[in-house]
T-cell receptor
Framework: EPEVTQTPSHQVTQMGQEVILRCVPISNHLYFYWYRQILGQKVEFLVSFYNNEISEKSEIFDDQFSVERPDGSNFTLKIRSTKLEDSAMYFC??????????FGQGTRLTVV | RKEVEQDPGPFNVPEGATVAFNCTYS??????FFWYRQDCRKEPKLLMS???SGNEDGRFTAQLNRASQYISLLIRDSKLSDSATYLCVVKLWGKLQFGAGTQVVVTP
């Protein structure tokens, strides 16, 4: 069964450092998303990406965040200067038609 | 008002029983509706889409009431493996909006 894969599964970084979270969406999907879930809280939308550009972003997705699709398979989320409050599980998701989305297993980011 | 609201539970359900719970959404322009399931520290997984006419998938039945802006999920003949957090998800424009989830605990 096709799946969304994310690496690494767990990333520990020092406050102020840059991190890049990587995702390989399902191959025939056209819509890509990043979500995050702070421990014990709900899943929050960060950004959606379609046709090689951001289609929508939330207020969480400020100038510290960026996304890229550097080649035909990878979809990355970069956080330029991490803060303690960025600690969360980050989920990548993809969709073939922009309806329901399949989620990757997540990257647990811990900022210390 | 929260965009998607759910009763957090937990709903403690004896094995074999039926459990039902709702979710409400605030934006009448919402386009599509889903139930996802999330196990502890795992990713959300699509359980089922929710259609206006109501739909069933095995032991799971989902209903949508657009007039009252709520969605429901009913689980019949609960199994131990149904223990999870059930996420109500609403699609508005280009994004999925998640409720905080309803925890269901099925007990032997």
């Amino acid at each position: 069964e096709p799946e969304v894969t994310q690496t690494p599964s767990h990333q520990v970084t020092q406050m102020g450092q840059e991190v890049i979270l990587r995702c390989v969406p399902i191959s025939n999907h056209l819509y890509f998303y990043w979500y995050r879930q702070i421990l014990g809280q709900k899943v929050e939308f960060l950004v959606s990406f379609y046709n090689n550009e951001i289609s929508e972003k939330s207020e969480i997705f400020d100038d510290q965040f960026s996304v890229e699709r550097p080649d035909g398979s990878n979809f990355t989320l970069k956080i330029r200067s991490t803060k303690l409050e960025d600690s969360a599980m980050y989920f990548c998701a993809s969709s073939v038609d922009g309806q329901w989305a399949f989620f990757g297993q997540g990257t647990r980011l811990t900022v210390v | 008002r929260k965009e998607v609201e759910q009763d957090p539970g937990p709903f403690n359900v004896p094995e074999g029983a039926t459990v039902a719970f709702n979710c409400t959404y605030s934006n009448s322009a919402s386009q599509s509706f889903f139930w996802y399931r999330q196990d502890c520290r795992k990713e959300p997984k699509l359980l089922m889409s929710v259609y206006s006419s109501g739909n069933e998938d095995g032991r799971f039945t989902a209903q949508l009431n657009r007039a009252s802006q709520y969605i429901s999920l009913l689980i019949r003949d609960s199994k131990l493996s149904d223990s999870a957090t059930y996420l109500c998800v609403v699609k508005l424009w280009g994004k999925l909006q998640f409720g905080a989830g309803t925890q269901v605990v099925v007990t032997p």
